[in-house]
């Protein structure tokens, strides 16, 4: 069985710094397509961070200078760093893995088992001004 766990959310002032954890097991990070995404009060869901096995990784436009997607394969687990946190970042953070779909696409929703295999139950990030 898959599990993805997340950690590290919490209430942050804009300006601020958290570090979210993805601790995966019943795949490896090394063999797998990762991603964050992100879902905010009436909003949809936006793919924020991944990468994939060709090396390629990808952030959004509004996240960019900002975040950063790593990996610890010896923890089989997947970070992302957020510094300088504004209170759009807002939202639950989802560590999802295995997309179905070969590019860097938002699903409608968080979670969404049609875009990505599986999902964990996500972490609330809260960004203040």
């Known amino acids: 069985e898959v599990q993805l766990v997340e950690s590290g959310g919490g209430s942050v002032q804009a300006g601020g710094s958290l570090r979210l954890s993805c601790v995966v097991s019943g795949l490896t990070v090394d063999g797998s397509d990762m991603a964050w995404l992100r879902q905010a009060p009436g909003e949809k869901c936006q793919l924020v961070s991944a990468f994939n096995l060709d090396g390629r990784k990808y952030n959004s436009d509004s996240v960019k200078g900002r975040f950063s997607l790593s990996q610890d394969n010896a923890k089989n687990t997947v970070y992302l760093q957020m510094n300088d946190l504004k209170p759009e970042d807002t939202g639950v953070y989802y560590c999802?893995?295995?997309?179905?779909?070969?590019?860097?696409?938002?699903?409608?929703?968080?979670?969404?088992?049609?875009?990505?295999?599986?999902w964990g139950h996500g972490t609330q990030v809260t960004v203040s001004s």
């Open positions: 999802a893995a295995e997309p179905y779909v070969m590019a860097w696409v938002s699903p409608p929703t968080c979670p969404d088992t049609g875009y990505y295999d599986h």
